[in-house]
């Protein structure tokens, strides 16, 4: 049988380590489908509830697998709802390849259904998703499709989404060739210069002073954590992480300072007072990492990742800081490192939380909600947080597990986004190697919720090991703290009419376990329960609209009200 042109791009997928592809099905995109069926046995092709969380899904499975996620969609509406979960993968670095179907040929500019050709009138998809994406290209016929491919797949691999237009003619039409696709090969340069530079620098801090690392989401992504520590270690390094890179280097290993910036910890600000040199790795330090940090990153800084950092710096470009940081910490001495190893009778004292204002209202307290969760989650728990009051207090009190990953979206901290990529993730990490189910866990509020929290359905229909905790102040709360801050507390436009969550969970999905616990000590019990039941759990918790999350300028701002 002659292969189709969706044939050849499912096999190719496939042959890139692909396992899941991710998408919402239409007449456009419908070929493609057809063709992932009769390749069952080897990929699955899982449909979610709405495209932008099918994109976050092909995130969450490119973070969690080092790797690419595939999304796919078809034209019109379904394109257009890829472009907020596209510009967080594009704002983040993550691999993501976007297979998108188009309005046949010979109907562009003829009045098709959908059409996105920008003949006639119509807009033109090519123009915008080319500004998300590293590659964008309209596959015009079957014989050009193997060059467009190769491209975009390399683009991604270099960070980001790439996207393919696919008419539906096109995905239609045999292939000219049989030929297998051939991925391209990784091309990671070496900044000599850089590096160079970044050597005398660390020789020259390591000599007079202390040197702290700053280390960013790249860490994850390049899967670099054991070089990471290496490199601590032969440097004597205090570590502090960026908001979105906790899992990078353990809260109990030598010399870790907490979190940088909006959502940190004091620790990190004290040691970075007193070093010789700051280091970045795999961070470009945005507001919400250096936030609260201008004064003491100054001149003594360097860099080493994928781009130069948004503050001044001494940068050496790497694309696999895995292979770099090796290669800094043998250029370094490593035969002079000692490797520091935690004493379990002595353990680490976690940085300290950032005091916030007392809170009286209804429901259980962030941290509180927090540490529940610290102390329940097994060791190689994956945990996807959202944006708002809840990701901060997240992000500030978390205790990532061991072995588990933590992922939250801050490149455009779209509302929402935890629960697919949780989705993507757990279909990537689902199966421990000795065959056990390694759980999920999304910490969301219920504005998140209400956006994109639907996809519990995709997880009930699949089966999978995720459990979700959803903090229920009946508003957009970082809104609300906006508004009470900084406009007068005159008046709120973002309190909700109070809905029971858990309620209505247990009675859309009679199979899924739901619960809303309303004490801490009822909150443990759940969780434990939850996360030892296979397959979905839902919890919601209520908390207070009006409690401070630990999130520096609104605690700055609420000690100048006050």
Known sequence: MPARVVDYLVQAVSGLGVRHIFGVDGANIEDLYDAAFDAADHLTAVVAKHEFSAATMADGYARSTSGLGVVCATSGGGAMNLVAGLAESHASRVPVLALVGQAP?????????????????????????????????????????????????????????????????????????????????????????GIDRLLEGLRAARAVGKVVIIAGAQVARDDARDELRELAAVLDAGVGVA????????????????????????????????????????????????????????????????????????????????????????????????????????????????????????????RDIVETLNATVDSDTDIFADAGNTGASVVHHLRPPRDGRFVVALGMGGMGYAFGAAIGSAFARRHRPDGTERRTVVVAGDGAFYMHGMEVHTAVQYGLPLTFVVLDNSAHAMCVTREQLFYGDRYSFNRFHKAHLGAGMAAMFPELPSFSPKTRAELDTVLRYCLETAGPSFVSVDCDPDEIPPFIPFLSAARRNS
């Open 105 to 193: 040929t010979d109907l562009e500019g003829l009045g098709a259904f959908q059409d996105s050709s920008g003949l006639a009138g119509t807009f033109d998809a090519a123009q915008l998703f080319d500004t998300i994406s590293l590659y964008c290209a309209r596959v015009e016929s079957p014989a050009s499709l193997p060059a467009h491919l190769s491209r975009a797949v390399a683009a991604a691999r270099a960070g980001g989404p790439a996207v393919l237009l696919l008419p539906k003619n096109v995905q239609q039409a045999e292939m000219e060739t049989e030929a297998t696709f051939v991925a391209p090969p990784a091309v990671h340069g070496r900044d000599e210069s």
């Open 243 to 366: 908001p979105d890179a906790k899992d990078v280097y353990g809260c109990a290993e030598h010399g870790f300072l907490g979190v940088a910036g909006s959502m940190g910890h004091t620790e990190l600000s004290d040691a970075l007072r007193g070093a010789a040199l700051c280091l970045l790795v795999g961070t470009r330090m945005p507001v919400t990492a250096r936030a609260g940090l201008e004064s003491v990153l100054g001149a003594s800084t360097a860099s080493v990742g994928a781009e130069p950092p948004y503050i001044p710096a001494v940068h050496a470009t790497s694309t696999d800081l895995a292979a770099t940081l090796r290669e800094l910490v043998v250029a370094l001495g490593i035969g002079d490192a000692r490797v520091h190893r935690v004493d379990p009778r002595r353990p680490r004292r976690a940085p300290q939380a950032l005091p916030v204002p007392s809170a009286d209202g209804p429901g259980l307290r962030y």
